[in-house]
Nanobody, 127 residues
Framework: VQLQASGGGFVQAGGSLRLSCAASGLTFSNYGMGWFRQFPGKEREVVAAITWNGGNSYYADSVKGRFTISRDNAKRTVYLQMNSLEPEDTAVYYC?????????????????????WGQGTQVTVSS
């Protein structure tokens, strides 16, 4: 299994970035997907998550109204559109996959619920 995250970079406050996470080696439509971020010296925290069919999504309070998670099962890819970026969004962003075959609940928000992780992509927002 491989999750390849991309799209990070350097942007000024108020700008936008779109992260992508391409999956291989798994049946993508069986997996819920999540985006997490990690600040230096801090625990990894959930940013957004989406169920296997895209029917339900979750956002951390700090990003509601600014970030949008979406997925394209045909392309085996999950996205995180990040708008109105703030310096406080500066972190390493990770995508993760959670097996949800037969699952009918909401998006998973705990990092220990996820089975596979991508390598992380740095997002830096300048003031």
């Amino acid at each position: 299994v491989q999750l390849q995250a991309s799209g990070g970079g350097f942007v000024q406050a108020g700008g936008s970035l779109r992260l992508s996470c391409a999956a291989s080696g798994l049946t993508f439509s069986n997996y819920g997907m999540g985006w997490f971020r990690q600040f230096p010296g801090k625990e990894r925290e959930v940013v957004a998550a989406i169920t296997w069919n895209g029917g339900n999504s979750y956002y951390a309070d700090s990003v509601k109204g600014r970030f949008t998670i979406s997925r394209d099962n045909a392309k085996r890819t999950v996205y995180l559109q990040m708008n109105s970026l703030e310096p406080e969004d500066t972190a390493v962003y990770y995508c993760a996959a959670d097996l949800q075959r037969g699952y009918i609940g909401g998006p998973k928000t705990r990092k220990d619920e996820y089975d596979f992780w991508g390598q992380g992509t740095q997002v830096t927002v300048s003031s």
